[in-house]
T-cell receptor, first 115, second 120 residues
Framework: KNQVEQSPQSLIILEGKNCTLQCNYTVSPFSNLRWYKQDTGRGPVSLTIMTFSENTKSNGRYTATLDADTKQSSLHITASQLSDSASYIC??????????????FGKGTSLLVTP | DTGVSQNPRHKITKRGQNVTFRCDPI?????LYWYRQTLGQGPEFLTYFQNEAQLEKSRLLSDRFSAERPKGSFSTLEIQRTEQGDSAMYLCASSPRRNYRTGTGGYGYTFGSGTRLTVV
């Protein structure tokens, strides 16, 4: 069973609108949570990274929140642009491990921004 | 160049042929990871190097797959006798070492743009 669940699976919004993507996880012990943006046919690009002591982090129009108690995170996109169309992947890391298995990937939310 | 570089970007091959991909990590990163990603899925871990040592291999890495990092710099991933099920995006990532005892070192994983393999 995947330890990182993202919702919705896909989302279509109008340009200029805001949206919020969700990530729930069961990974424990928790080290950090990352949001990546992945354009079609490209590798993931990091948007934010938060440790357990951080509950919000912004990167331009992207704002991520983290509730380590409920093991939930959200990524809020403000004033969406056509270039925001991509897959957004939530990745949760195990604490105390540099292993390749330390990163737990969600399946991503596919966002389409339309004119 | 401050990013992770992967070559080629795209590879189309006939079933049964061998293919090799290359990854050049960020120069100061001593850790290098290979992942496979199929459509609509997140990346799946394949293997991991610390310097030149291959420390972990996923069960996904069948005996047709081999990876090397001969001098602890670039890495290659070879697939022998390719099958249609090997069609996927192959991603490389690198990261600096993090010392969990002292809390030093970065968390960052930087991914390359990937190599898209199509087996026909």
């Amino acid at each position: 069973k995947n330890q990182v669940e993202q919702s919705p699976q896909s989302l279509i919004i109008l340009e200029g609108k805001n949206c919020t993507l969700q990530c729930n996880y069961t990974v424990s012990p928790f080290s950090n949570l990352r949001w990546y943006k992945q354009d079609t046919g490209r590798g993931p690009v990091s948007l934010t990274i938060m440790t357990f002591s951080e509950n919000t982090k912004s990167n331009g129009r992207y704002t991520a929140t983290l509730d380590a108690d409920t093991k939930q995170s959200s990524l809020h996109i403000t004033a969406s642009q056509l270039s925001d169309s991509a897959s957004y992947i939530c990745v949760v890391s195990l604490r105390g491990s540099n292993s390749g298995y330390a990163l737990n990937f969600g399946k991503g939310t596919s966002l389409l921004v339309t004119p | 160049d401050t990013g992770v570089s992967q070559n080629p970007r795209h590879k189309i091959t006939k079933r049964g042929q061998n293919v090799t991909f290359r990854c050049d990590p960020i120069s100061e990163h001593n850790r290098l990871y290979w992942y496979r990603q199929t459509l609509g899925q997140g990346p799946e871990f394949l293997t991991y190097f610390q310097n030149e040592a291959q420390l972990e291999k996923s069960r996904l890495l069948s005996d047709r797959f081999s990876a090397e990092r001969p001098k602890g710099s670039f890495s290659t991933l070879e697939i022998q006798r390719t099958e249609q099920g090997d069609s996927a995006m192959y991603l490389c990532a690198s990261s600096p070492r993090r010392n969990y005892r002292t809390g030093t070192g970065g968390y960052g994983y930087t991914f390359g743009s990937g190599t898209r393999l199509t087996v026909v």
